[in-house]
């Protein structure tokens, strides 16, 4: 990860240490229309699943307060 983490040369790239991780800090910084684009190896793919649930449970919140 470290490696990876120092190669990547792009201003807004972001590294999160767990899957679990980067669930806020997806649902964070995403807006209405965003395109999120999950990409990688191993339990990445828990990630849609989880930022759905996440989602979810952000709208549920909005429509009680």
């Not at 800090?25 to 849609?48: K, M």
Request: charged share 15%.
């Amino acid at each position: 990860g470290e490696v990876l983490e120092r190669a990547i040369q792009h201003p807004h790239h972001h590294v999160v240490p767990t899957v679990e991780a980067a669930v806020p800090f997806v649902l964070s910084r995403v807006r209405p229309g965003d395109v999120v684009v999950c990409l990688g190896a191993g339990s990445i793919n828990q990630l849609p699943k989880l930022l759905l649930a996440g989602l979810a449970s952000a709208e549920r919140l909005a429509e009680v307060s």
